[in-house]
């Protein structure tokens, strides 16, 4: 047993916090102000190795080991959890053929991305589809070699910017998580429409639309498992990013705590600066120690997946508890801030707002509970 | 033609950490420090890559004298895009004659066309290394290698080198800085530059450069395999930190600054 980082993954550490600090923190005020796609930026990030981080090296990619990627993703959260969302979508996207694809339709649907700048959207949710994935109402007809698309996907990272999309359908709604196929559609074809960037609260540099397809024709062979498999390629997806979501509430909420230790020392209040004052080192202390407990949680959710071992509880665990965390640490830190904190000339109310997506996205705070009840409870 | 650089990698204290004076107020407090490999170094590595890459490639051999701890940031060179590394195996303290002693040594056995070194490490402060090793060598020298164009011209956005090979790769010519701006001068190769902050802005160790650099060689020397003496000729006697600066203080008018500036500050 041992905890320290090793030299590997501390030079991909020090890569992705200077990346963090130098490349994406000076723009994150801009790129939440304006929500525009920070292009740019991602682009960088792609030359530098710091996405599609899953890809075997068979097919041109880097193969990280799952803690590799955790510590890289609390960085780039450092950085800005937008565009972090934004990067790491791609590898979101990509999970599914990573782990459920043949080799032909990894060397189509993987290697481009280690190539060239590609942008790649996961398609689960729905307008009526967010936690119970099953009642999904996207479907696929099958006509000839090819699948008829039909229906609506909601929330899509990256959308309107995507080369390819990894969509989840069914054969038939009535058949819920047995119905469940996964379709890689490249492209705009036609019948294909994205709908407007949503205008969110937080995280606003990462791109969000609705995706409607009507009568999209996709080929058979981007269907990625066999008809019905859809249900377990998407939750063996998230159980592989559930980590990384974790990280990225450490990354935010490790920002928060340290600015609000920056501005605790230097802020006077009642004659002295109001680190002084216990109201707020034990609001820090606690923002210390639970940042800890969520990145030593989550080291243990990636270090399994490495191990190859399921990690649905750990990682769960990780998830609820990290994300719950960071809503916590980050609204400390604006109270910290007092006035300030509550302005957007401060960097804190941003961090909270990113936080709140975290909670909600990939499996809310509540599945998460679900997920970590059942696994408890389940069996004799 | 191909050309072949001896760069530097030594390991220093994180220019962000906050550095203590020990108990003993000979050294500093070793506990909690990050390394990082010494900036002006980084810099000459990175103006070498851009070398190499400009005259149709070569090699860049790094070198680093310390203990196994220095491996990091060989890698660390190596993942930028070195092509071997050399680690001179030495625990204990060190001079800056060693140093030089066994850069002296390995640039024999190597025989580089040129040799980029920081032109001093930010642990002490020393900038001695380069100038030994070229007297050493009976190279040619420039120091503190800057360039005209600014960090933001396209010269150095395309990666270009700032120092100038002629084409018959006998002479370099290098930017310099001095207190009055910039001097430029041409050495005749082979010679030992060594490098200023504002030479380039080197790139990022990109992650697969950094899983490269995993299985690039790092070949083993120590001070007495090359034939140079290890042990220190200086001894660090007391250390302590500068004088906390004082507040400051406010003047009625220009005559009473320049007053103080005459007669305490002593500057005019």
Known sequence: ?380 | MPIKILVTAKRVEDYESKIKVNAQGNGIVLEGLKYKINPFDEIGVEEALRLVAKHGGGEVVVVSVGTKDVHEQLRHALAMGATKAIWVNHAGPLDQMTIAGCLQKVIEKEKPDLAVLGKQAIDDDQNQVGQYLAEWLGWSQATFASKEESMESEAEKSKQPALKLSADAKTLTVVREVDGGLETIECTMPCVVTTDLRLNQPRYASLPGIMKAKSKPIEEHTPATLGVDGTSKITVTKMEHPPARKAGIKVPDIAALVDKLKTEAKVI
């Open chain 1, 1 to 380: 047993m041992n905890f320290a980082l090793t030299d590997d993954l501390k030079a991909l550490q020090d890569t992705a916090r200077k990346f963090g600090r130098e490349a994406m923190r000076p723009k994150a005020a801009h790129f939440d102000e304006t929500s525009q796609f920070p292009r740019e930026i991602i682009q960088q990030a792609w030359e530098l190795g710091l996405m599609n981080m899953t890809i075997p090296q068979e097919f041109g990619g880097i193969e990280l080991s799952h803690l590799a990627q955790a510590v890289i993703a609390e960085e780039l959260a450092w950085g800005c959890s937008g565009m972090a969302t934004s990067m790491i979508a791609n590898d979101l996207a990509l999970l599914p053929i990573v782990l459920s694809g043949t080799k032909e339709q990894k060397e189509k649907f993987l290697k481009p991305f280690t190539e060239k700048f590609l942008l790649a959207s996961f398609g689960l949710t729905e307008p009526g589809a967010g936690s119970d994935v099953a009642g999904m109402r996207c479907t696929a007809r099958r006509e000839g070699d090819f699948y008829i698309l039909n229906g609506q996907k909601q929330w899509i990272t990256n959308g309107e910017f995507a080369d390819q999309y990894s969509i989840f359908c069914t054969t038939d709604p009535a058949k819920r998580h047995k119905g469940i196929m996964c379709l890689i559609v490249q492209g705009r074809p036609k019948g294909l429409t994205v709908g407007k960037h949503e205008n969110k609260m937080g995280q606003r540099a990462s791109n969000t639309v609705t995706l409607t397809f009507e009568d999209v024709k996709v080929p058979v062979e981007n269907r990625i498992g066999q008809e019905g498999e859809g249900f377990i390629v998407a939750m063996n997806t998230l159980d592989n990013s559930r980590p990384l979501t974790a990280m990225f509430a450490v990354g935010n909420a490790r920002a928060a705590m340290e600015h609000a230790i920056d501005y605790a020392k230097q802020r006077q209040q009642f004659g002295k600066p109001i680190a002084d004052f216990q109201g707020v080192q034990f609001m820090i202390a606690d923002m210390a120690s639970e940042i800890h407990a969520a990145r030593l949680l989550t080291y243990e959710s990636a270090w399994k997946l490495d191990a190859g071992e399921r990690n649905t509880l750990v990682s769960s665990y990780a998830k609820r508890f990290a994300a719950d965390m960071a809503m916590k640490a980050t609204t400390d830190a604006v109270q910290i801030f007092g006035g300030y904190g509550y302005s957007k000339e401060y960097p804190v109310e941003k961090l909270m707002r990113d936080a709140k997506l975290i909670q909600i996205y990939e499996g809310t705070s509540q599945v998460q509970r679900l997920v970590i009840a059942r696994e408890l409870l389940k069996g004799s």
